[in-house]
């Protein structure tokens, strides 16, 4: 089972709004990413958790927070967005170990967030 | 400098021909994989195949080959009998084992199957 489950699917909120992201693997992951993307972009990188703790913070705006809960949940958490941050944010897990096929990164379909 | 190179923003192919999506690496760790993702317009990620620096042999998952050329640094995706179902994004991307959990991704090549 490679599968990573988000919700909710489709986001529309406003600037003033605060709202959550929730990821979830039970594949034994112990690592957790946070991407963006825009249309016809690669993603971009966010947050990396690694074995629970934050590992990569990629310069992110403090209007998005990361958070871990155990090593099967990731939520991100959403406060005061801009209409620049209407984007699909991905959440992906890979096994955290390394040099193996095992190593692949398996993605969740996704949440497609609108900020009016 | 990029990490992952691909130079083809947009191909055409018709329906069951061949097409090979090109993608350059640059690293300086040994001991790497790389990897081939398709995003439908739907937006979910889709791992097609891996291979790694040190497989002796180029990978293969079905319709999927992997045209690894070390010295060249290059990983190209061939995809064989293409169907209209193959029509998306394809993104190569990088792991270096040596350096942490980072995935780096290149730019895309969007694919579309002609019938």
């Known amino acids: 089972d490679t599968e990573v489950t988000q919700t909710p699917k489709h986001l529309v909120m406003g600037m003033t709004n605060k709202k959550s992201l929730k990821c979830e693997q039970h594949m034994g992951h112990r690592a957790m990413y946070w991407y963006k993307q825009k249309a016809k972009k690669p993603p971009e990188l966010m947050f990396v958790y690694s074995y629970e703790k934050l590992s990569i913070n990629e310069s992110v705006p403090s209007r998005f927070s990361p958070e871990c809960p155990n090593s099967s949940l990731l939520n991100l958490h959403l406060h005061a967005l801009q209409p620049e941050d209407s984007a699909l944010y991905l959440c992906a897990s890979s096994s955290g170990t390394s040099g193996r096929k095992q190593e692949t990164q398996y993605f969740g379909p996704g949440t497609r967030l609108l900020v009016l | 400098a990029q990490k992952i190179t691909q130079t083809q923003p947009g191909m055409f192919v018709q329906e069951k021909e061949a097409v090979t999506l090109d993608c350059t690496y640059d690293?300086?760790?040994?001991?790497?994989?790389l990897f081939w993702y398709k995003q439908p317009s739907s937006g979910e990620m889709i791992f097609l195949i891996y291979q790694g620096s040190y497989d002796q042999q180029n990978a293969t998952e079905g319709r999927y080959s992997l045209n690894f050329q070390k010295a060249r640094k290059s990983a190209n995706l061939v995809i064989s009998a293409s169907q209209l179902g193959d029509s998306a994004m394809y993104f190569c991307a990088m792991r270096e084992f040596s350096f942490g959990n980072q995935f780096y991704f290149g730019t895309g090549t969007s694919l579309t199957v002609i019938p």
């Open positions: 690293t300086s760790d040994p001991s790497y994989g």
